[in-house]
């Protein structure tokens, strides 16, 4: 019993390390549906809707296209309703939705749509559930474009 | 009823010293981890069940030392038998949320691996330091993982010396618990490879052992307070009944002899029933020695009461033990 179990404790840190080295090697975090590779090489573009309710303060537009220009990704954009861009989410047929959401009061309303995390005051984009590499591309460019403009004028 | 302060030996009174030392840390760090989980845990559906984990893993070490608290009190008018069965009654109490919260998780963890939730888990910044939060959490689970199997073992030898089922179960938990941080690490690495499945996956696994535990908690808590006969930690049946009866069976005025007992707490309180032999005369240091002699098999037999009575009454009233 003893025997098993100490057997039993290195399996399970034997599969962590391969698991762990697997995930430094690949750089993780990956997509669950390959978003941002496939982008890249541009196999499929990244689609992005937006309401046309401006945000006061900023242009969520052009932040989100700088973020496309940057990666040279090929977009598509889809001027939608605020229920059309949610059900849009929920299928999985949006990478982006900018709808001037901000965080707390949108995470409450919407509890089953994922945001990015706040880039400007409370301000959050809609993303695409699962595509952790994208998502965390998209944070890292919001928070860097961000930090030279911190009054939110772009 | 003995004071309590017969129940312990001077060995024993020190070892409860230390092990309600190690409770306060065990607690503290308790808590440093679920501050710490509930910071870096996201959306990931095994990082929230392992955070719920580790919050009900405090309720043993928290009953423990209410226990103990209630230990210093004599029993009342009121309250003849003292308040043992305090212990017991937390336990039942926070097994059973044990279990119910298992259930719960576990429907919530199957319902998002049937609809294909993908957990979302995107940048952090801590300490100035911008990282995937799956790295944050895999350092806060690391934090998991080690301290709770030092602190288990340094509670499993207070809970043999001391005979307590709760601080026994809190150490077995705490060794337990390297197991869940490991679970929730296979589905944070999982979602990093973009294996969304992985997270559900693992917080099943977590769930059935929140289940598991919960199940054999209530199972044991639910026995104690019926009054079945007492149990060793490891929760096998102890042979301290037939030790009692082979006492009494030896002497000389004693024909027939029946012997229950039953555990309230960490003491065990005995009930003979005797059918002395036709020759015998009542003296008050027979009785006082009988009961003696039992109370010198074990410490942990705090009581006895020793019935006299008639081969009739025996056969016909006491004839299920």
């Given at each position: 019993?003893?025997?098993?179990?100490?057997?039993?404790?290195?399996?399970?840190?034997?599969?962590?390390?391969?698991?762990?080295?697997?995930?430094?090697?690949?750089?993780?975090?990956?997509?669950?549906?390959?978003?941002?590779?496939?982008?890249?090489?541009?196999?499929?573009?990244?689609?992005?809707?937006?309401?046309?309710?401006?945000?006061?303060?900023?242009?969520?537009?052009?932040?989100?296209?700088?973020?496309?220009?940057?990666?040279?990704?090929?977009?598509?954009?889809?001027?939608?309703?605020?229920?059309?861009?949610?059900?849009?989410?929920?299928?999985?047929?949006?990478h982006i939705f900018s709808g001037c959401f901000q965080s707390g009061r949108s995470e409450n309303y919407y509890r089953n749509i994922i945001f990015s995390r706040p880039y400007y005051k409370k301000y959050v984009l809609?993303?695409?559930?699962?595509?952790?590499?994208?998502?965390?591309?998209?944070?890292?460019?919001?928070?860097?474009?961000?930090?030279?403009?911190?009054?939110?004028?772009? | 009823?003995?004071?309590?302060?017969?129940?312990?030996?001077?060995?024993?009174?020190?070892?409860?010293?230390?092990?309600?030392?190690?409770?306060?840390?065990?607690?503290?760090?308790?808590?440093?981890?679920?501050?710490?989980?509930?910071?870096?845990?996201?959306?990931?559906?095994?990082?929230?069940?392992?955070?719920?984990?580790?919050?009900?893993?405090?309720?043993?070490?928290?009953?423990?030392?209410?226990?103990?608290?209630?230990?210093?009190?004599?029993?009342?008018?009121?309250?003849?038998?003292?308040?043992?069965?305090?212990?017991?009654?937390?336990?039942?109490?926070?097994?059973?949320?044990?279990?119910?919260?298992?259930?719960?998780?576990?429907?919530?963890?199957?319902?998002?691996?049937?609809?294909?939730?993908?957990?979302?888990?995107?940048?952090?910044?801590?300490?100035?330091?911008?990282?995937?939060?799956?790295?944050?959490?895999?350092?806060?689970?690391?934090?998991?993982?080690?301290?709770?199997?030092?602190?288990?073992?340094?509670?499993?030898?207070?809970?043999?010396?001391?005979?307590?089922?709760?601080?026994?179960?809190?150490?077995?938990?705490?060794?337990?618990?390297?197991?869940?941080?490991?679970?929730?690490?296979?589905?944070?690495?999982?979602?990093?490879?973009?294996?969304?499945?992985?997270?559900?996956?693992?917080?099943?696994?977590?769930?059935?052992?929140?289940?598991?535990d919960g199940f054999k908690y209530s199972r044991d808590a639910c026995t104690d307070l019926m009054n079945r006969s007492p149990k060793n930690l490891e929760g096998k049946y102890i042979d301290l009944p037939e030790k009692?009866?082979?006492?009494?069976?030896?002497?000389?005025?004693?024909?027939?002899?029946?012997?229950?007992?039953?555990?309230?707490?960490?003491?065990?309180?005995?009930?003979?029933?005797?059918?002395?032999?036709?020759?015998?005369?009542?003296?008050?240091?027979?009785?006082?020695?009988?009961?003696?002699?039992?109370?010198?098999?074990?410490?942990?037999?705090?009581?006895?009461?020793?019935?006299?009575?008639?081969?009739?009454?025996?056969?016909?009233?006491?004839?299920?033990?």
């Amino acid at each position: 019993m003893k025997k098993a179990g100490i057997l039993g404790i290195l399996a399970g840190i034997l599969v962590f390390l391969i698991l762990l080295v697997l995930s430094l090697v690949l750089d993780a975090p990956l997509d669950a549906n390959k978003t941002f590779i496939k982008a890249k090489q541009k196999e499929s573009p990244i689609v992005i809707g937006y309401t046309p309710v401006k945000c006061k303060h900023l242009n969520e537009i052009s932040l989100i296209k700088k973020f496309i220009k940057k990666n040279n990704f090929k977009a598509i954009w889809k001027e939608v309703s605020l229920h059309e861009g949610l059900d849009l989410l929920s299928d999985k047929k949006l990478h982006i939705f900018s709808g001037c959401f901000q965080s707390g009061r949108s995470e409450n309303y919407y509890r089953n749509i994922i945001f990015s995390r706040p880039y400007y005051k409370k301000y959050v984009l809609a993303v695409m559930p699962g595509e952790n590499r994208f998502i965390t591309h998209l944070e890292k460019f919001l928070k860097k474009e961000m930090s030279n403009h911190p009054k939110g004028q772009l | 009823m003995k004071s309590p302060d017969l129940e312990f030996s001077k060995k024993q009174k020190q070892c409860l010293k230390y092990v309600t030392k190690i409770q306060y840390i065990s607690l503290a760090y308790t808590a440093s981890m679920v501050i710490l989980m509930y910071l870096v845990m996201g959306n990931s559906q095994a990082m929230k069940t392992s955070w719920v984990e580790d919050m009900l893993s405090a309720i043993p070490g928290l009953t423990f030392l209410t226990v103990c608290k209630f230990k210093d009190i004599s029993p009342t008018k009121r309250f003849p038998y003292g308040f043992h069965r305090i212990g017991s009654l937390g336990f039942l109490l926070s097994s059973v949320t044990l279990l119910g919260l298992g259930l719960y998780l576990f429907v919530s963890a199957v319902s998002k691996l049937i609809s294909q939730e993908h957990p979302t888990i995107g940048m952090m910044t801590l300490f100035g330091i911008d990282l995937w939060q799956g790295w944050w959490m895999l350092m806060v689970l690391v934090w998991g993982a080690v301290p709770p199997l030092i602190l288990g073992y340094l509670k499993l030898k207070p809970a043999q010396i001391l005979h307590d089922k709760i601080l026994f179960t809190d150490s077995k938990m705490n060794k337990a618990d390297w197991m869940t941080s490991l679970a929730t690490a296979f589905g944070v690495l999982g979602v990093g490879l973009g294996l969304w499945w992985m997270d559900a996956v693992a917080a099943i696994f977590i769930t059935l052992d929140i289940i598991y535990d919960g199940f054999k908690y209530s199972r044991d808590a639910c026995t104690d307070l019926m009054n079945r006969s007492p149990k060793n930690l490891e929760g096998k049946y102890i042979d301290l009944p037939e030790k009692c009866h082979d006492i009494l069976k030896k002497l000389p005025w004693v024909k027939t002899a029946r012997v229950r007992m039953y555990e309230l707490g960490h003491i065990i309180y005995v009930e003979a029933f005797v059918v002395p032999t036709e020759e015998f005369v009542y003296k008050q240091e027979l009785i006082s020695k009988a009961r003696k002699e039992i109370l010198k098999i074990d410490w942990k037999i705090h009581d006895v009461s020793l019935t006299l009575l008639s081969e009739k009454e025996l056969g016909s009233e006491f004839s299920y033990f």
